[in-house]
Nanobody, 125 residues
Framework: QVQLVESGGGLVQAGGSLRLSCAAS????????MGWFRQAPGKEREFVAA??????RTSYADSVKGRFTVSRDNAKAYLQMNSLKPEDTAVYYC????????????????????WGQGTQVTVSS
C-alpha cells in the first residue's frame, strides 16, 4: 500500500497561484502513476491532471490546461496552479495507482486505488 498526504492548499485571490504537494509513503513511489482530482460542494469528483510513473507523460482537464502543471520527483507529486479562478475552488485530492507501464496515465476516479485526505483550495473573486 501507499499512503498519501496533500498539503499546500489555502485561500488565494483570483489570478494568484498555489502549489500543492502530495507526499507518499509505503511502497516504492516510482511504481505508481499519480493523479490530481477535485471536488466542489454539491458536485462529483473530477479529474484535474495526471502524470505517468516516469514523469514523461502528463494529461490535463481542458478547464486547467495552460494554467496548471503536474510534476513529480522521487517521493512527491506536485500540482502548480497559476491564474487561479473562483471556479477552481474545491477540495483537491491526489491519488495513486500501481501500473507496470512507465508511460501510462489514468484519468478516471475509478482507476485509482489510493487517495489522500484532500486539501482545500479557495479562490476569492
Amino acid at each position: 500500500q501507499v499512503q498519501l498526504v496533500e498539503s499546500g492548499g489555502g485561500l488565494v485571490q483570483a489570478g494568484g497561484s498555489l502549489r500543492l504537494s502530495c507526499a507518499a509513503s509505503g511502497r516504492t513511489f516510482s511504481s505508481y502513476a499519480m493523479g490530481w482530482f477535485r471536488q466542489a460542494p454539491g458536485k462529483e469528483r473530477e479529474f484535474v491532471a495526471a502524470i505517468s510513473r516516469s514523469g514523461e507523460r502528463t494529461s490535463y482537464a481542458d478547464s486547467v490546461k495552460g494554467r496548471f502543471t503536474v510534476s513529480r520527483d522521487n517521493a512527491k507529486a506536485y500540482l502548480q496552479m497559476n491564474s487561479l479562478k473562483p471556479e477552481d475552488t474545491a477540495v483537491y485530492y491526489c491519488a495513486a495507482v500501481f501500473l507496470l507501464s512507465g508511460i501510462t496515465i489514468r484519468a478516471r476516479v475509478a482507476d485509482y486505488d489510493y487517495w489522500g485526505q484532500g486539501t482545500q483550495v479557495t479562490v476569492s473573486s
